[in-house]
């Protein structure tokens, strides 16, 4: 296998890897409204309806952020590893980690390091 190949197999891998997580957050939003719409039949639930179905978006959004960096890492490092291409990486990673740090604190109510006992104790 020459340099071309590996090259045009590791970014075709890269994008089959973004195409996924892209899948992943198309699909878990879809399941989640799905769900979301037949509850609301029921008006007494509503609230907690609503609660799930923003957990269902986020956990999908968050599995679906960890395909896309994976699928940019892999394209930066192995295809055109340059300092210029390092450092978008490093950009887009940072911020796709900041969005999946605030939406697992939001889905999580509490900051990674509150134990679960001072979470509880703290939203009620």
Known sequence: MDDADFKNTVDAVSKVIDGAGVLII?????????????????????????????QQVGKAILLGLEFLVAGDIIRTVAVAPSFAGVGVLAILVAVRTFLSFTLDVELSGKWPWQSRAKAVDSSS
């Not at 699909?27 to 609301?40: D, K």
Request: charge should be positive; proline fraction near 0%.
């Open 26 to 54: 198309v699909v878990g939003l879809a399941v989640a409204t799905a769900a979301f719409v037949l509850t609301l039949r029921d008006r007494d639930r509503l609230q907690a309806a609503y609660r799930g179905y923003r």
